[in-house]
């Protein structure tokens, strides 16, 4: 990547294979998205998986990671999973977007509790359009998120999806208005393969 002139590298650590509850790595390979940053970070020195090779080139990836305003799935509490988000900003992790959540207090209540912790990198909130009615359902169940009462009762008094994908449309924009006004640094939109809502979005907010 680093001979295509890629700079920015969100190192993620993947789902599990369909089939599969819980993420298992391959033989040799990273159990956590950390280790992956850990990598990175000393290609930035200059220093290879092969450490016999000479004359190496240090890299110079930016580094994102996520985050969860309510907690990775996996994590027993949130205190834990900020510690792990720490973690991986120690281990040379440059800026944070956050997974997916459609109530902005729980985004803000997240980023002080990572100020607290001495996570100081920039925070990106991560916004997705709910745009069908099968989104009450999978989201949550999905990425482990909570969908406000207030909005789950917009979306069930619609008639169809396209009156579902304007109150998403509208939810998310003024999600995004929120948050801008509070001086986040960007906002990262979830297309899910799907940009036409998230034109719309951008249109009214930017």
């Not at 509850?21 to 998205?33: L, Q």
């Not at 720490?86 to 980023?111: E, L, P, S, W």
Request: charged share 25%.
């Amino acid at each position: 990547m680093n001979f295509l002139d890629i700079e920015n590298v969100m190192a993620l650590r993947g789902d599990p294979i369909p089939g599969q509850r819980f993420f298992t790595p391959d033989e040799d390979g990273h159990k956590y998205s950390r280790e992956l940053v850990e990598q990175i970070s000393r290609m930035n020195r200059g220093q290879y998986l092969d450490d016999t090779l000479t004359d190496t080139v240090p890299t110079n990836f930016c580094i994102g990671v996520a985050g969860y305003p309510e907690k990775h799935y996996e994590a027993p509490n949130q205190a834990c999973d900020i510690e792990n988000l720490k973690r991986k900003v120690d281990a040379g992790a440059n800026y944070i977007v956050t997974q997916m959540f459609f109530d902005n207090a729980r985004f803000f209540r997240f980023v002080e509790k990572c100020r607290e912790q001495g996570i100081t990198v920039p925070i990106v909130p991560g916004l997705k359009p709910i745009s069908t009615l099968k989104h009450l359902e999978m989201l949550p169940r999905t990425f482990s998120i909570d969908i406000p009462q207030e909005l789950v009762k917009a979306i069930r008094s619609c008639k169809n999806n396209k009156e579902i994908n304007q109150v998403g449309i509208e939810w998310c924009v003024a999600q995004s208005k929120d948050l801008i006004a509070h001086g986040v640094p960007a906002v990262h939109y979830y297309t899910m393969g799907k940009s036409e809502n998230i034109q719309e979005i951008v249109k009214q907010v930017f």
